[in-house]
């Protein structure tokens, strides 16, 4: 303590610069709370739209993109009660475009397994078509072998189901018991990421066959997946199916989804959300810069001696004009570093919150998204110190110096 | 003989609004090469202000200032500038230095304003500094020197891009008699060694060091006194 003090250096040297930095940080961050809001909006706002641009992109080439989806009912309320018929299927498959068609069956059963009863999701497919459903990711096991062509009591499981449905998990070879038959597990279904896959994920699938069995009926097609040769065929693909099924049930009593319509509805949410975060940035930013202006104006003032020292000794209206301006460039760089900081984080929190919610999102790092916000922000703080720093520029030496 | 700065009839009126203030009223003086001038007068009598004009701070209301036979009534903002970084070398009462920056990079700052790269700049800062005797204290801020140490890096400040004149205004005016007078002896140095100087006080005593002194009363040139000749040496 003693030393430190024979050097010259005690406490209150250290709490003044501390104070002082303080209280220049403090002027500064409000000064580029605007630019840090603004640039933190539009960092989040461009990773996540990037994220869920990748995302949709991975879905639909999992998907393939090739695909069209016929569903029953005339609209989403009446899906679950009207259905298609038997033999839509066949009569897709004879359409021109289409490669092939995959036809799912859908009832809900009592299930035990070790003793306990629980009300589960049956799914039913053609044996046939798993090869086919692999393709397009409909299918992908992640243990044990497909259904056999005329296998009436084995069943796969989504992965969810295996794990989630009963107290322990659910192994191959195992055995379930529906309408007090006893059913053998021969596969796990993987969830992956893809729409069709969390389609199965927290299903019992099984061939259509056994399926009309234990529903002692011969179901109808609960989706009817078809799958195209050319994705540029899907619009005509999409007119040929509306027509061939209406004409076979005299009404449009069902629906055609394709991929581009999902992506059209995925783009016009994020469509949404992004307006959303454009005005916040945009509001912030404004903000933001004339809190630079403000800061850049009260930093002249407060320099006007030494801007007529520096005249005097022979600085023009540029270079004083371009130190004000580098320092105003600076401050939005500040702000942009942290904003682009946050924005990430914020990404960050939006992915994981996406992800838990079943919806895949990835988020990535972006150096160009990073750099090209803090020269975004650098810019904004240097239009906005642009007139201070003119204003200082012009400003009569004599009078700044002051007459003393 | 050369003249460095020359003033023809020249007048400065400052519009203040209302009143109109006539700090000078047709002064005719010329500052030859070599030479060391004072301008001396009562306080208000109009020799801030002839300093200013005469080192292109301020452009004439009337008649005409030459810098080096330039005319700068004309001249625009950045000519001036130009002419101040690289012809004039200012000392001024205040020191007006710069409090943030070291005193190697006040010295410095004249010199990037003229364009010198960093090398030539720190190489002609540090030997301003130590020409002035402030060899040791070229890291230092104004606030941790004395104001006879902060005139002197105003001097060096002043000598980086060696300039054809020196102005002073009141060079010793809040200086200790004894900075004061060291202040002087590095200026007449200065002078003896050719440089040219310009210098504002209002003492006598402190006049009486100059070998020609300008005498001014409200905004006139009222007399013009020879102390010393012979010794300039003509070129
Ligand atoms: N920038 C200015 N604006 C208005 N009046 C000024 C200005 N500079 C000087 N004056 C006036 O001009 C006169 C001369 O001032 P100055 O040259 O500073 O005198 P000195 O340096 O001899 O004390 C004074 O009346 C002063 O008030
Ligand atoms: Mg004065």
Redesign the pocket.
């Known amino acids: 303590m003693s030393k430190l003090r024979e050097s010259g250096i005690d406490l209150e040297l250290f709490k003044r610069s501390a104070t002082s930095l303080r209280k220049q940080g403090m002027r500064t961050f409000l000064t580029t709370l605007g630019v840090v809001i603004g640039i933190a909006a539009i960092v989040a706002l461009i990773a996540v739209g990037q994220g869920l641009n990748t995302s949709v992109q991975e879905e639909f080439e999992k998907m393939g993109s090739n695909t069209i989806i016929v569903l029953p009912g005339a609209n989403f309320t009446q899906s679950t009660f009207a259905s298609l018929e038997e033999n839509d299927p066949k009569r897709i498959e004879s359409i021109n475009g289409v490669e092939d068609v995959f036809s799912i069956y859908f009832k809900s059963k009592q299930v035990e397994f070790e003793g306990v009863k629980r009300s589960s999701v049956i799914m039913g497919l053609n044996p046939e078509k798993q090869e086919g459903m692999k393709t397009i990711g409909m299918l992908g096991l992640k243990e044990g072998r497909d259904l056999a062509d005329n296998e009436k009591f084995a069943v796969l499981l989504g992965e969810r189901f295996q794990e989630e449905s009963f107290e322990n998990d659910i192994q191959i070879k195992q055995r379930l018991l529906i309408e007090g038959k006893s059913y053998k597990v021969v596969g796990i279904n993987e969830s992956g990421g893809s729409s069709f896959g969390s389609m199965f994920d927290n299903a019992i699938v099984m061939p259509k066959e056994g399926l009309d069995e234990i529903s002692e009926e011969t179901l109808t097609p609960f989706r009817i997946i078809v799958k195209v040769y050319n994705k540029e065929d899907i619009p005509d693909v999409k007119k040929r199916i509306t027509k061939v099924l209406e004409k076979a049930h005299g009404e449009e009593d069902f629906q055609i989804m394709t991929a581009s319509q999902i992506q059209e509805s995925a783009g016009a949410i994020l469509g949404l959300v992004q307006a959303v975060l454009v005005g916040i940035a945009a509001i912030s930013l404004a903000v933001g810069s004339i809190g630079i202006m403000n800061t850049m104006f009260m930093s002249t003032m407060e320099r006007t001696r030494e801007i007529g020292i520096m005249k005097a000794i022979g600085a023009t209206n540029k270079h004083i004009r371009n130190l004000f301006l580098i320092e105003a460039g600076f401050i939005g760089a500040g702000g942009g570093i942290i904003g682009v900081g946050i924005g990430f984080v914020i990404a960050l929190v939006v992915g994981v919150i996406a992800d838990v919610s079943g919806f895949p999102l990835r988020i990535n790092p972006d150096i160009v998204l990073f750099l090209g916000a803090v020269l975004f922000a650098m810019s904004v703080g240097m239009i906005a110190g642009y007139i201070p720093a003119k204003r200082a520029s012009e400003m ?1 030496p ?2 700044a110096l002051g ?2 | 003989m050369k003249a460095i700065v020359r003033a023809e009839n020249v007048s ?1 009126v ?3 609004g209302k009143v109109q ?4 009223d047709n002064i005719n003086v010329e500052i030859d090469e070599g030479e060391f001038v004072a301008i001396m ?12 004009m005469l080192s292109a701070l ?1 452009r004439p209301s009337a008649g005409e200032v030459f810098v080096n036979n330039k005319p700068i009534s004309k001249m625009d903002d950045d000519e001036l500038a130009i002419i101040r970084g690289k012809t004039i070398g200012f000392i001024f009462q205040t020191f007006n230095l710069i409090p943030r920056m070291t005193a190697l990079e006040n010295v410095m700052l004249p010199m990037w304003f003229a364009g010198l790269s960093v090398k030539q700049r720190e190489e002609r800062a540090k030997e301003a500094l130590e020409d002035v005797g402030l060899g040791d204290r070229v890291d230092h801020k104004p606030n941790e020197l004395s104001g006879g140490q902060r005139q002197r890096v105003a001097i060096a400040r002043a000598l980086g891009n060696k300039p054809d004149i020196i102005v002073a ?2 060079p010793t005016g809040n200086l200790d008699s004894k900075s004061g007078e060291q202040i002087l002896q590095i200026i007449e140095e200065l002078n003896k060694n050719g440089k040219t100087v310009l210098m ?1 006080t ?1 003492e006598r005593e402190i006049g009486l060091r100059a070998e020609r002194i300008v005498h ?1 009363k409200d ?1 006139k040139i009222i007399e013009n006194e020879i102390r010393k000749t012979g010794r300039r040496s003509p070129k």
């Not at chain 2, 007068?41 to 200013?52: A, C, E, M, R, V």
């Open positions: 009569d004599v009078d007459h003393d | 400065k400052f519009d203040m203030v006539k700090a000078l007068g009562p306080s208000g009598s109009g020799k801030t202000t002839l300093l200013n301020l205004d009141e504002v209002h001014i905004g």
